[in-house]
T-cell receptor
Framework: EPEVTQTPSHQVTQMGQEVILRCVPISNHLYFYWYRQILGQKVEFLVSFYNNEISEKSEIFDDQFSVERPDGSNFTLKIRSTKLEDSAMYFC???????????FGPGTRLLVL | SQKIEQNSEALNIQEGKTATLTCNYTNYSPAYLQWYRQDPGRGPVFLLLIRENEKEKRKERLKVTFDTTLKQSLFHITASQPADSATYLCALDGRYSSASKIIFGSGTRLSIRP
């Protein structure tokens, strides 16, 4: 069964550094999402992406965050200048069509020191 | 503001019994509701989706009900097994748009004791 994959599985970075989290969606899926989960808290929506542009973003997704699909396959989340509070699990999710199930990747655990 | 509540933070039941988890929402009109399973350190895994015009849906030992009047969904696992122990997340989406975010509840941690 096709799966969403994410790399790296773990990332440790210093505060102020840039990080790029990568996701490979399921091949025929058209809608892409990033969510995050701070330890012990609920999964929170960050951004949705369709047709090479952002569809919706949350208040968490400020100017430090950006997303792109540079080569038509990978879907990336960039945090320009990480803060301590960015430490969380980041999940990519993809969806074949609107009102269909979103499938989640295994996540990237980001730790900002 | 939109609010989703999963009534129990944790539920502990005996193997073989039926586990029933509750999800309530307010200030929201979801197009559908989903239940996901999440194991520690892993991503949510989709279990069931029920649409606003459906009352009940089943999949093997799982059953979901959706009452849009009460603004509530119940999630049942029959003949529960220790392997069913996990956190179960209720998730709502209410937008018929080109892309739709999911809003998750905080989850119920289910433990099935042998």
């Amino acid at each position: 069964e096709p799966e969403v994959t994410q790399t790296p599985s773990h990332q440790v970075t210093q505060m102020g550094q840039e990080v790029i989290l990568r996701c490979v969606p399921i091949s025929n899926h058209l809608y892409f999402y990033w969510y995050r989960q701070i330890l012990g808290q609920k999964v929170e929506f960050l951004v949705s992406f369709y047709n090479n542009e952002i569809s919706e973003k949350s208040e968490i997704f400020d100017d430090q965050f950006s997303v792109e699909r540079p080569d038509g396959s990978n879907f990336t989340l960039k945090i320009r200048s990480t803060k301590l509070e960015d430490s969380a699990m980041y999940f990519c999710a993809t969806q074949k069509g609107v009102l269909q199930t979103q499938y989640f990747g295994p996540g990237t655990r980001l730790l900002v020191l | 503001s939109q609010k989703i509540e999963q009534n129990s933070e944790a539920l502990n039941i005996q193997e073989g019994k039926t586990a029933t988890l509750t999800c309530n929402y307010t200030n929201y009109s979801p197009a559908y509701l989903q239940w996901y399973r999440q194991d520690p350190g892993r991503g949510p895994v989709f279990l069931l989706l029920i649409r606003e015009n459906e009352k009940e849906k089943r999949k093997e030992r799982l059953k979901v009900t959706f009452d849009t009047t009460l603004k509530q969904s119940l999630f049942h696992i029959t003949a529960s097994q220790p392997a069913d122990s996990a956190t179960y997340l209720c998730a709502l989406d209410g937008r018929y748009s080109s892309a739709s975010k999911i809003i998750f509840g905080s989850g119920t941690r289910l433990s099935i004791r042998p």
